[in-house]
């Protein structure tokens, strides 16, 4: 009797887990694959991120109509200041498209390869010379992906400034003639560390500026200026010409 009972407690477990299962593949995943990378997996985190950023940062989006209409052209950089370690997740938040954001190889933590594998961060190397990153970035574009960037190199301080940018976005930008997208994020936690960043409590904003392109005649170090000077007269930021160390 008790040998039968537990014939009968093993099948129902069974088939709940097959119907779990089937029901996890046939509902949920395809609904996944429809966030960014149309990766199940990056889906299931770019939803709890946009839940998370939601709850812990409130964030505020102005200009989305720009956003869409960038993304619809094909190809698109975006460019944007950057104010905390949170600054890529709440961009990442407003679209289902992919951006694959350029990262410095010293600020990628031991151990966490498969994390930025993942998000398919592209990596460099800020202590010189990385043609390997701009081939990634330029093969990304050539495809009609999306690239993000922040040019001024590292997390800019005094909070409300803006640091040169570096030329490699006029690079891209006028060997591409991708779409450029500004972005001006401000009101994120004023801590350096990515766990103060995404635990801490903010009114974050997140403004899509219009997009612009950019030509073969407009010099890089030009197009990186022309970007600066937009994002400085949409948010009334000061201008600090001296930029940030990028390796302290």
């Known amino acids: 009797?008790?040998?039968?009972?537990?014939?009968?407690?093993?099948?129902?477990?069974?088939?709940?887990?097959?119907?779990?299962?089937?029901?996890?593949?046939?509902?949920?995943?395809?609904?996944?694959?429809?966030?960014?990378?149309?990766?199940?997996?990056?889906?299931?985190?770019?939803?709890?991120?946009?839940?998370?950023?939601?709850?812990?940062?409130?964030?505020?989006?102005?200009g989305v109509a720009h956003l869409?209409?960038?993304?619809?052209?094909?190809?698109?950089?975006?460019?944007?200041?950057?104010t905390g370690a949170v600054d890529p997740f709440l961009v990442q938040s407003a679209t289902s498209v992919l951006i694959r954001w350029m990262m410095a190889r010293d600020m990628m933590g031991a151990g966490m390869d498969d994390v930025w594998a993942l998000a398919r961060v592209i990596p460099v190397?800020?202590?010189?010379?990385?043609?390997g990153s701009l081939r990634q970035a330029l093969r990304t574009l050539h495809s009609g992906g999306c690239v993000g960037i922040f040019p001024?190199?590292?997390?800019?301080?005094?909070?409300?400034?803006?640091?040169?940018?570096?030329?490699?976005?006029?690079?891209?930008?006028?060997?591409?003639?991708?779409?450029?997208?500004p972005v001006w994020i401000s009101g994120t936690p004023d801590v350096d560390g990515i766990g103060g960043s995404m635990l801490g409590r903010s009114r974050?904003?997140?403004?899509?500026?219009?997009?612009?392109?950019y030509d073969r005649s407009h010099p890089p170090e030009a197009?990186?200026?022309?970007?600066?000077?937009?994002l400085a007269q949409a948010s009334g930021w000061q201008l600090v010409d001296e930029a940030m160390p990028l390796i302290l």
Do not use: K
């Open 1 to 62: 009797m008790l040998a039968a009972q537990s014939l009968v407690t093993w099948g129902i477990v069974v088939c709940c887990y097959v119907l779990s299962t089937a029901l996890w593949w046939l509902l949920v995943v395809p609904r996944l694959r429809r966030g960014p990378g149309r990766d199940a997996a990056v889906g299931l985190v770019w939803r709890l991120s946009r839940w998370w950023l939601g709850w812990r940062q409130r964030p505020r989006f102005d």
């Open 68 to 82: 869409a209409a960038a993304l619809d052209r094909g190809p698109v950089i975006v460019v944007a200041n950057h």
């Open 125 to 131: 190397n800020r202590a010189g010379a990385d043609p």
């Open 152 to 181: 001024e190199g590292r997390i800019t301080r005094p909070p409300g400034s803006l640091r040169p940018f570096h030329e490699g976005v006029g690079l891209l930008a006028t060997r591409t003639g991708a779409t450029v997208l």
């Open 204 to 213: 974050s904003q997140v403004v899509f500026l219009e997009p612009v392109t």
């Open 223 to 230: 197009v990186s200026a022309d970007l600066r000077t937009r």
